[in-house]
């Protein structure tokens, strides 16, 4: 019998916690019923496996990244607009470490829901680059370049990997700023041919 009051978004909010606490590799069914106190096949009435529990926490991860990253740009444009996600984004990724690994996997999970999830976001990027003369087309290759970096750099930080003692925030907007003023340039290049 289900535990009175859980449902399928309290058993993905309890995953998050517990991927956030111990890394995603930790969760598995038995753990989660074990912290919500229920029986492992308990979850099987929200949840039909593991699989689909980090395809469910890929999915949060998306949609509250996508939520903040969103709200922090509201009212602002073109570079402005793109530096202030990346920030967030960032921000988001190394403040729900285990959560953004499971996000990572967006793209083994390809279908309706993974792009509803994200097109809100997907929207604000674009509109921003539009704000700035940025081509759709064009748009798609510096998502990628940004997404790259931001990617790479919360995996870096979230497994330690930075051993100098320099201040890795300050690498962050150093690298941030040299992106930035990157696109700049290759735009106002391409103006000039």
């Known amino acids: 019998m289900a535990k009175m009051g859980l449902d399928k978004a309290a058993v ?33 009435n929200h949840i039909a496996s593991l699989d689909e529990l980090k395809k469910e926490l890929m999915l949060f991860g998306w949609r509250q990244a996508e939520e903040r990253l969103v709200s922090s740009a509201r009212g602002m444009e073109g570079y402005d607009a793109i530096r202030r996600m990346c920030r967030e984004f960032y921000a988001y990724a190394t403040e729900n470490k285990g959560v953004f690994s499971a996000m990572l996997w967006y793209n083994k999970y390809t279908d309706e829901s993974s792009m509803s999830a994200t097109s809100g976001l997907f929207s604000a990027i674009y509109e921003s680059m539009e704000s700035i003369g940025i081509s759709r087309e064009r748009a798609e290759h510096l998502i990628r370049t940004l997404r790259g970096f931001l990617e790479g750099y919360s995996l870096l930080v979230n497994n330690g990997a930075f051993g100098h003692p320099a201040n890795i925030d300050e690498s962050f907007e150093i690298s941030l700023d040299i992106l930035i003023e990157g696109i700049k340039e290759t735009e106002a290049k391409k103006y000039e041919q």
């Open 12 to 44: 993905i909010e309890r995953a998050a916690l517990l991927a956030n606490e111990n890394g995603l590799e930790s969760v598995t069914i038995k753990e989660l019923a074990d912290s919500l106190k229920v029986r492992s096949p308990s979850l099987y």
